[in-house]
């Protein structure tokens, strides 16, 4: 799953307030998978990416065409303002001191109910939001599509937002934890196939290639360039524990 339609829900906000962050929601997530996650030191190793790729990458999934320009991002026929990671207040803030019609708000750490919720708020605002969200990292873009309401509720950014009150769509919910369980699920795997084969130093320079290599393959899938390979004349394999599977250190095909 890298796309979900938000949709309009009928709600009656009845904001709780808390002076600590939000905990993360068993409904959206397994505990046992998160406190595992948890304690890796280092998430971002396999691949390595810049905010600017997870941007590409997630809009890629729903425009194929875009283009990221400073703050915003280009599509054929729209013009979307970024707003990044920022409290709930912010967001609105942001959203009603703009000039634009279209927004794509980031998100991280997609495990707390209270940014579910906000999600749903959000999309009342607008004529359609959809969330695309990253198959590598816990991250996704909302994209708000033509602002045509302007009675924005009043959140108090002198604190932090407990719980909206509103009900999520069950469905949503098993979205969101398969989701949450995938890339959870994925960053462990990887991490126990970084300590295994870490048992000398020839070991840990063959690691060093293969993620190389890899963070290359990867960068060339999120940026569509894959597809000006072709198979060359005289491949040059090496084994990929990752991805169990040969890939060409040429050009980046794989083989099974």
């Known amino acids: 799953?890298?796309?979900?339609?938000?949709?309009?829900?009928?709600?009656?906000?009845?904001?709780?307030?808390?002076?600590?962050?939000?905990?993360?929601?068993k409904s959206l997530l397994t505990p046992e998978l998160y406190n595992l996650f948890k304690c890796i030191k280092d998430t971002n190793i396999l691949p390595n990416l810049s905010r600017e790729d997870l941007i590409q990458e997630c809009t890629n999934y729903i425009y194929i065409s875009n283009t990221l320009v400073e703050n915003g991002i280009l599509t054929s026929d729209k013009n979307f303002k970024i707003i990044n990671s920022m409290s709930f207040a912010?967001?609105?803030?942001?959203?009603?001191g703009s000039n634009c019609k279209n927004f794509a708000v980031l998100f991280q750490e997609i495990y707390t109910y209270p940014k579910i919720q906000f999600m749903y708020i959000l999309s009342n605002y607008f004529e359609k939001c959809v969330l695309c969200m990253s198959q590598f990292y816990n991250f996704g873009i909302l994209f708000c599509e033509n602002l045509n309401c302007n009675n924005f509720i009043d959140i108090d950014k002198n604190t932090n937002v407990k719980d909206?009150?509103?009900?999520?769509?069950?469905?949503?919910?098993?979205?969101?934890?398969?989701?949450?369980?995938?890339?959870?699920?994925?960053?462990?795997?990887?991490?126990?196939?970084?300590?295994?084969?870490?048992?000398?130093?020839?070991?840990?320079?063959?690691?060093?290639?293969?993620?190389?290599?890899?963070?290359?393959?990867y960068k060339m899938y999120i940026s569509r360039q894959l597809h000006s390979f072709t198979i060359c004349n005289n491949c040059k394999l090496i084994y990929s524990s990752f991805l169990d599977c040969c890939i060409c250190q040429k050009c980046y095909n794989l083989f099974t």
């Open 164 to 217: 909206f009150n509103i009900k999520i769509p069950d469905h949503s919910l098993k979205c969101f934890k398969m989701y949450n369980d995938y890339i959870f699920t994925r960053i462990i795997n990887i991490n126990e196939i970084l300590n295994s084969m870490c048992y000398s130093i020839q070991s840990v320079q063959r690691l060093n290639d293969e993620i190389n290599l890899l963070n290359k393959y």
């Open 1 to 25: 799953m890298t796309t979900l339609h938000i949709e309009k829900i009928e709600y009656n906000v009845h904001i709780s307030y808390n002076k600590s962050y939000s905990r993360p929601s």
């Open 90 to 96: 912010d967001t609105l803030e942001k959203i009603k």
